[in-house]
């Protein structure tokens, strides 16, 4: 018994262990099945802010744009903000919910057309707030992905000969006036974010009132010999070379001394003593603003122009080495008004280019047009040229070269698009004689180093009724493919309409870029 009766207080604490156990567990499930509601709870509610969070971006997204667009079209700061925030007023409170959000605060930032859109918005809970948990919030913020840009465009133009053929000027400056009023609509205002400019080429580029600045001046003394003269020459044909005694530019010639013993036989077959002789420019026939090659390792480049960064100016070639026929032909040619062709002591062939200038970057859409109209069309083909000047248009290199309102752009600028429109109607044939390389190859390469960091620009080419003989490896439609940008950048025309629609479709392209996506 007293065995039986020893059992008995502990059979009573394995019962009181039990119960203990059993509540405990108790405890344990609904803790577990507390936690597992909170956490379904909290599952759902966040799938929810995530829902409404996602709305609430999507209504950012478009609101920074909407804003965008009434910057685009002239609205202030104030007024982008204030259209911001009523944009999102109304998709906010469709979100429901009970959900509340903060003012839109706006941010307009200084060196581009990006605006950044941020809020706070807080959800009330519906199940994890049992947990204590009574509401969430959010950020969400925007940055307009529609901005608008700066464009700096440069026409470069054939102006050579063949482009009399077919009507081809004509169709030419209709086409380019249509380009114009793409770019430069007559409602847009003219806030300085688009500026054309115009480039025209053939057998060389006229500086116009620029001359100055990218050319090199030398002041040369007496001659005392013809071997003088030819040293000067040789050292300085590249420069404006000016008179040491009367300050006057001049060129060099051969003047003769006949030396027959009859008067008679005193023409081109006669006998000769040839001398230096110094013809000013004021009294010759050539464009005193000409330029032709640049040299050196400058030729493939965009550097400014400077002590070793010229062009080489229009001087006419003096041929030492002609025959007397040809001194004596050039001889009087001169003194009669100027040579003509390649004929005699001096070549006026390089000189050739059109009467007028450059026109730098400008919005003023009725010049542009009025130069355009007043091209005519005449020489050779020197296409590199116009590719070189077409950048230098463009370059912040040459910054100091142009007027105030013409500066090109840094080329990392924010939001800055610089593009080249190049046109030809067939072969780059025409380079001058100081140049290492034909103008094919010095177009490609200035086209390399153009589309290359750091200018990245952009080139469209256009080939305008290139004939289909042109199958060398220099001829027009080769460059044009070989320049553009990407196939889609190089078009060809065969036709004025097709000319036309060319234009047009460049010009929307180009104010597309504007719009940065």
Known sequence: ?????????????????????????????????????????LAVDLEFIFRQQARVQ???????????????????????????????????????????????????????EDILGKMNCTQPTFISNIM?????????????????????????FDVSGSMNSNNRLTLLKEAAVIAFDELLPDDQVRDGTVRLGIVTYNNSVNAGAYFDEVTRAVTIPADTSNSNGLSNYNS??????????????????????????????????????????????EDSSATDTCVYERTGTYADSDAAPGSFAWIGAGNPRWNFYDSDRDK????????????????????????????????????????????????TANGGTAGHLGVAWGWYLLSPNWQNVWP????????????????????????FNTNHPSASKNSFRQAMDLCDAMKAEPSK?????????????????????????????SPSYAFDASSGDELKEVYREIAQSISDLRIKS
């Open 236 to 281: 300085y044909n590249s420069a404006r070379m000016y008179d040491d005694a009367t300050g006057k530019r001049f060129m060099y010639y051969e003047n003769g001394t006949c030396t027959e013993s009859d008067p008679d036989e005193c023409d081109q077959h006669g006998d000769y003593d040839w001398d230096v002789a110094r013809w000013f420019w």
């Open 328 to 375: 004596y032909r050039g001889e009087n040619e001169i003194e009669n008004g100027g040579a003509n062709g390649s004929t005699g002591a001096l070549d006026f062939y390089y000189a050739t280019c059109r009467a007028t200038g450059p026109v730098p970057l400008t919005e003023d859409k009725a010049a542009l047009t009025a130069h355009v109209n007043s091209m």
């Open 457 to 485: 620009v952009q080139i469209y080419t256009v080939g305008f009724q290139v004939p289909s003989y042109v199958q060398t490896t220099s001829d027009g439609q080769t460059i044009m493919e070989y320049c553009a940008t």
């Open 1 to 41: 018994m007293g065995q039986v009766m020893d059992m008995y207080p502990a059979n009573r604490q394995s019962h009181s262990l039990a119960r203990d156990d059993r509540g405990n567990l108790t405890v344990l499930t609904a803790f577990i099945l507390a936690s597992m509601v909170a956490l379904v709870g």
């Open 58 to 112: 999507y209504a950012m997204d478009s609101a920074v744009l909407a804003g965008a667009l009434s910057r685009q079209a002239g609205a202030t700061d104030e007024e982008v903000t204030a259209d911001i925030r009523e944009y999102m007023s109304p998709l906010i409170a469709s979100a429901g919910g009970g959900m509340t959000c903060t003012p839109v605060t706006v941010v307009f930032t200084d060196d581009s």
């Open 132 to 156: 204590g948990n009574d509401d969430m919030s959010f950020n969400v913020a925007s940055t307009s992905t529609f901005s608008v840009g700066k464009i700096d465009v440069s026409f470069v």
């Open 404 to 427: 105030e309102t013409a500066k090109p752009w840094d080329y990392d600028e924010v939001n800055v698009t610089k593009a080249v429109i190049l046109m030809t109607d067939g072969d």
